[in-house]
């Protein structure tokens, strides 16, 4: 597979998020969000049959996920914004899932 612009784009929003997610261990939900990304990018990139087989399914999945993520943060997260500590985390995760979506419109299946 030829990886592009759009491609890195979309592995460096999932990369990102999953990171900044995982960092907040041992916190299960966030755990579990990261983990989410990590799994959901392996289903959109490796060469598995049984993904590939359903691209679509996992780009809209991959949407929904990124999508449900943004929405309960902004519902549920603490949006106060203090350089270097952990209410700071949200912020980044929002640009590097932003990233994502975009990479992600950019390779949208026809």
Same mark, same amino acid.
């Given at each position: 597979m030829?990886?592009?612009?759009?491609?890195?784009?979309?592995?460096?929003?999932?990369?990102?998020?999953?990171?900044?997610?995982?960092?907040?261990?041992p916190?299960?939900g966030?755990?579990?969000?990261?983990?989410?990304y990590?799994?959901?990018?392996?289903?959109?990139?490796?060469?598995i049959?049984?993904?590939?087989s359903?691209?679509?399914? %996992?780009?809209?999945?991959?949407?929904?996920?990124?999508?449900?993520?943004i %929405?309960?943060?902004?519902?549920?997260?603490?949006?106060?914004f %203090?350089a270097g500590?952990?209410?700071?985390?949200?912020?980044?995760?929002?640009?590097?899932?932003?990233?994502?979506?975009?990479?992600l419109?950019?390779?949208?299946?026809?």
């Open positions: 030829n990886l592009s612009l759009k491609h890195y784009g979309i592995i460096l929003g999932a990369l990102l998020a999953a990171y900044l997610h995982l960092i907040l261990y916190d299960i966030f755990t579990l969000n990261g983990l989410g990590l799994g959901l990018l392996g289903a959109y990139f490796l060469p049959s049984f993904f590939q359903r691209h679509k399914l %996992v780009w809209w999945g991959f949407v929904g996920y990124t999508v449900l993520t %929405v309960l943060w902004v519902i549920m997260g603490n949006k106060t %203090v500590t952990t209410s700071a985390i949200g912020y980044y995760a929002k640009f590097a899932e932003a990233l994502l979506l975009a990479g419109w950019a390779d949208k299946p026809k």
